[in-house]
Structure formats: structure tokens, C-alpha cells
């Protein structure tokens, strides 16, 4: 299973941002996936779960409101949209299924004025 994260940046307080996770050797759509972000030093901490269904979503208090986890099971995608950036969200994002496969190299974001 490879995991390859994309679409982080530098952003200023308050904007948006659309990450992308596309994965090989695995169909996604057979999983429940989740979104990870960890600065250096830290542990992994735990961003938004959605279903294998794309149904049912949960996120983290600290995020809640501004992010909204998405998949495509047709093209084997899952994605974080992210608004309302704050600087605390700067972080390595990384998607992965209960962290049970090797971690991709993550995307970084910035929130920076």
C-alpha cells in the first residue's frame, strides 16, 4: 500500500485549502479513512474519520465546523477540505485507514500572515 498526500501550502490566517489523498495497492473504498496531522516531535493526532460509505463524518473539536472529509471510492481519493485556516493548523497532513498501513510523506501546510 503506498498513500501519497498533496495539495498543502502556505495560506494566510483565514483562508482555504483542499487536500488530496490517492492511494495504490488498496481500494479505499473497502475502508473507513482518516486524516492525521503532526508537527515535528509529536504524535500523529487525529483529524476526521469518514465511512467507507462516505456517509457518516466525524472530526476534532479543534477543527470542527471549518474541515469537511470527502472521498471519491471511483477514483480511489479521499480529501480535507479546509477553511477558516488558523495559524495552529500548521501541520504535515497524512491520510491513512485506522493507521494500519505505512504513513505517505504527508503534505505540509502553513498558515502564515
Known amino acids: 500500500v503506498q498513500l501519497v498526500e498533496s495539495g498543502g501550502g502556505l495560506v494566510q490566517p483565514g483562508q482555504s485549502l483542499t487536500l488530496s489523498c490517492a492511494a495504490s495497492g488498496v481500494t479505499l473504498s473497502n475502508y473507513d479513512m482518516s486524516w492525521y496531522r503532526r508537527t515535528s516531535g509529536k504524535e500523529r493526532e487525529w483529524v476526521a474519520t469518514i465511512e467507507r460509505s462516505g456517509g457518516g463524518r466525524v472530526y476534532a473539536d479543534s477543527v470542527k465546523g471549518r474541515f469537511t472529509i470527502s472521498r471519491d471510492n471511483d477514483k480511489n481519493m479521499v480529501y480535507l477540505q479546509m477553511r477558516k485556516l488558523k495559524p495552529e493548523d500548521t501541520d504535515v497532513y497524512y491520510c491513512?485507514?485506522?493507521?494500519?498501513?505505512?504513513w505517505g510523506q504527508g503534505t505540509l501546510v502553513t498558515v502564515s500572515s
Open positions: 491513512n485507514a485506522d493507521r494500519r498501513w505505512p
